[in-house]
């Protein structure tokens, strides 16, 4: 049976309802273990949270609970806004992404004191009190709420689903039996198992992230403990909102009737941990919370669980107030000593945060993807690409000296795909997510294997070219969600005026950057609604005209899709008429990512992933050599990352044109997309440097050079990358524009010198290139050291394109 279950096979009721005689325990906590392993991996999270009791009144009076007391003499029944907001601030100063809402089940139904405060107040309810407390918070603090306000209706659930991201209860028990006279539910109508089941089903229906469990040690049996599982599960079956299952033990408190009953041992917990491990199987979130059993956080990680439950820096955990939190550091050591990694995550769990629009209400999802990373966990970093920002200083110390993760916690499936890899076999889609997943000690193997396969390709030369950046335009018709540089009338006005430079300004600038020792120009631009391919001929035949031997590296496949439809040619006749004009090599952008789920809301009306690679492909045939690039860290998930590094490397595999790969993380801060709330703050820096690192294996041994950007990267961060697969720096750039008309802090250029200075800190050998990875001469590198400044540069008005802000 349990084999079974790690085959995958969910067991049936009547399967699971005979482990209430299963007495291995240990074979019982290995398939738990292994259950757990096959999807959380190496994963243990939690959620760094505040907790908010604000009412401690209950009309339920259960036999074993501190948290609940009649009304005091001098003491408010509720805590009033001001009480609330203190609270929260502390926690969000500490840090922390939830304020868990915790209280009394109806007090006005039972209290007098409680229906005056609420009247007084304004509130028909403390329902109502509550979401307006949720919403004062969220708005106030940022927090995402959480609320266990008990039995509800749908009208109550409805209502507090507009302004908390996820809400409770805990099932506790599923027995009647418990609540009968002598019984600890006795005397609490909200503790019957079929009222609370139906808050449970009516929150399935109104898709609300819900998170329950089961109290253990209360005078149930296991057969009853596995009944109130097998009831969860039903609901769970039916609605796939219930995102964690808490097992909690009970503990006998003083000053209640239950002070001297036994509590659960600690082979009760870990057993009821692993069924419920076993009869959820691997994806669901399984919990217990660690201040209720210190000391036992490798026994209970060995029984299957996945989440240490909400811990708070800043409140205690008012129904358990003898249980003291453990220190962070010491849950993150405790849970590193059982070969884990522990991770933040929100309040919502990241199955529910990477499918937001169907989860959340609408005012709640821009800043739950602003809170999160790529997989849906927390974002616990300030560190955006663009900003001048100090990286984490974890990722510091991690690459300070050499990589050496440590061998024993590097997950075995991790040290399996890094062997396949460096070996040249092509991984899957599920084996490349699986490596961006990585986290802790699988992280580092990670960019170690990477490092040393860029040593094994490239030595420890460091390449980079002189080059200039010519923008000739930032007018568009096209409507990228991600772009802060196009202007015009079908276009967001951001920063900065329409302009479209006259031929002469852009045969001046070439000539001023080869007067600087560049040996490329790199020509992009908005495509202008009055741009034809003749427009793309002529920037070509100016510059050779004037400067025969520079290397024009020009026009996204967009601009040639365009540019060919405007002459009614096919991209193949266009691209020889480009050669012939003298066009040197193409750049990769305007890939984006490359898979149409993304695009469809990413860049609707731009091209195509089929027809992006059809240019490519056409490019290659007629003897062009191009740049392949991605675009991550927006609204995607790391399986479309894979989709499109496998895209790629198919494609090479076909035509060997690509010369470098060229990871570009989204920058953020000017991006329509991000002030619409619908994009996240750009990759975290672990992912972006799992970008470089990831992008070497899996390209392995077609696309030789992994090109890291130090606009959108920083100097340090550029460090990193060269740490971790990457081996070129790309182009001083000379006027960059485009990334600093998103918001980025990096400058618009950096001269041979800093580039030099840069690798050579690393004890890497810098060595200018052309564009095409060849040497450049004596005279061309000579000129590029301590060129002059630039000239001013001139814009030239297109007032035609002036947005009208009346």
Known sequence: MLAAALQGQMLSDDE????????????????????????????????RKVFIPLTQLCRDVCHYCTFAHPPRRGQRAYLSPDEILAIARAGAEAGCHEALFTLGDKPELRYKVARQELAEMGYASTIAYLAAMAELVFKETGLLPHANPGVMTAEDITLLRRVTVSQGIMLESASERLSERGGPHYGSPDKRPAVRLETIRLAGELQVPFTSGILIGIGETRAERIES????????????????????????????????????????????????????????????????????YRQLIKAGLNDWGGVSPVTPDHVNPEAKWPHLQELEQETAAAGKFLLERLAIYPDYVLNASRWLDQSLIA??????????????????PGAEQPIPASYIQTFAQALNPDTTRVQPDISSLIAKATAGEDLTEQEIVRLFQARGDDFTAICQAANDLRKRV???????????????????????????????????????APYDLGLD??????????????????????????????????????????????????????????GAQTLGLSVHDFLVQLKE????????????????????????????????????????????RTTATIMYGHQEQPKYWARHLLRLKQLQARTGGFTEFVPLPFVHMEAPVYWKGRARKGPTFREAILMH????????????????????????????????????????????????????????????????????????????????????????RQASYNAPVLQPIVLTPSKRYVRNRA
């Open 16 to 47: 699971a309802r005979s482990l209430a005689g299963f007495t291995d325990l240990s074979l019982l906590l290995e398939t738990a273990s292994q259950l757990r392993d096959t999807v959380h991996h190496n994963r243990i999270s939690y959620s």
């Open 229 to 296: 599982l097998l009831a969860l599960r039903s609901l769970h079956q039916s609605y796939g909102h219930i995102q964690e299952i808490i097992i909690q033990n009970f503990r006998a408190k003083p000053d209640t009737r239950m002070a001297h009953a036994p509590e659960p041992d600690l082979d009760e917990l870990l057993w009821t941990l692993a069924v419920a491990r076993v009869l959820f199987g691997p994806t669901m979130n399984i919990q217990a919370p660690p201040n209720l059993s210190p000391g036992t």
């Open 367 to 384: 800043a739950t993807l602003q809170a999160s990373d790529t997989d849906g966990f927390a974002r616990t970093e300030q560190w955006s």
């Open 458 to 496: 490239n030595g420890d030369v460091v390449t980079y070219v002189v080059n200039r950046n010519i923008n000739y335009t930032n007018i568009c018709y096209f409507r990228c969600q991600f772009c802060a540089f196009s202007k015009g009338k079908l276009s967001e006005n951001l920063r900065g």
């Open 505 to 562: 300004e852009v045969v001046r600038r070439a000539q001023e950057a080869w007067e600087r020792g560049a040996t490329e120009v790199c020509m992009q631009g908005g495509i202008h609604p009055e741009y034809t391919g003749e427009t793309y001929l002529r920037m070509c035949r100016a510059i050779k005209a004037v400067l025969p031997d520079m290397h024009i590296h020009a026009f996204s496949p967009l601009e040639v899709w365009q």
């Open 581 to 624: 004009a003298g066009l040197g090599t193409l750049p990769g952008t305007a890939a984006e990512i490359l898979d149409d789920e993304v695009r469809a809301t990413l860049c609707p009306d731009k091209i195509k992933t089929d027809e992006w690679l059809h240019v490519m492909e056409e490019a290659h045939k007629v003897g062009f």
């Open 693 to 780: 690192a990831v992008a070497r294996l899996v390209l392995y041994p077609l696309i030789t050079s992994i090109q890291v950007s130090w606009v959108k990267m920083g100097r340090e961060g550029v460090k990193i990358c060269l740490q971790a697969g990457a081996n070129d720096m790309g182009g001083t750039l000379m006027n960059e524009s485009i990334t600093r008309a998103a918001g980025g802090e990096f400058g618009q250029e950096l001269p041979p010198e800093q580039m030099e200075e840069v690798i050579s800190s690393l004890g890497r050998i810098p060595q200018q290139r052309t564009t095409l990875y060849r040497s450049v001469s004596d005279e061309r």
